[in-house]
């Protein structure tokens, strides 16, 4: 899960409750910010999955192999991240929240249901 918390804007406002959802799934918790280039390549190259807000810490997930890039939106979409995926042959999958401001509220009951079926084998 790339985290924007430490970011001014498209923050998940129950970012707890969505980790407490996405840690039944495997996620971990990241902030790219924090690594260097080569500790962020070697993180997102080992995932099975990328989760989280429409953001450049999404990108990263282009060098995993066979990454489920799993897309959260506000206020407004962008198809950059679908393009890129369908580009790749990468599964993908996205589900819009409520807007709260520039930040989001994620329904976590779906977010539930999204990963459960992204995921599945």
Same mark, same amino acid.
């Given at each position: 899960?790339?985290?924007?918390?430490? !970011?001014?804007?498209?923050?998940?406002?129950?970012?707890?409750?969505?980790?407490?959802? #996405?840690?039944?799934?495997?996620?971990?918790?990241?902030?790219?910010? !924090?690594?260097?280039?080569?500790?962020? +390549?070697?993180?997102?190259?080992?995932?099975?999955?990328?989760?989280?807000?429409?953001?450049?810490?999404?990108?990263?997930?282009?060098?995993? @192999? @066979?990454?489920? +890039?799993?897309? +959260?939106?506000?206020?407004?979409?962008?198809?950059?991240?679908?393009?890129?995926?369908?580009?790749?042959?990468?599964?993908? #999958?996205?589900? !819009?929240?409520?807007?709260?401001?520039?930040?989001?509220?994620? @329904?976590?009951?779906?977010?539930?249901?999204? +990963? #459960?079926?992204?995921?599945?084998?």
């Amino acid at each position: 899960y790339v985290s924007r918390s430490r !970011q001014s804007s498209r923050r998940v406002r129950n970012e707890g409750e969505v980790l407490s959802v #996405a840690r039944e799934y495997g996620f971990e918790s990241v902030h790219p910010e !924090q690594w260097s280039l080569d500790e962020q +390549l070697a993180v997102f190259a080992n995932a099975d999955a990328v989760l989280g807000p429409h953001g450049a810490g999404l990108l990263n997930s282009i060098y995993g @192999d @066979d990454t489920t +890039l799993i897309e +959260l939106f506000g206020a407004r979409t962008n198809p950059c991240f679908f393009a890129i995926a369908e580009g790749l042959g990468m599964p993908y #999958a996205m589900t !819009q929240c409520e807007a709260v401001k520039e930040d989001l509220l994620v @329904d976590t009951e779906r977010l539930r249901k999204l +990963l #459960a079926l992204a995921l599945s084998d």
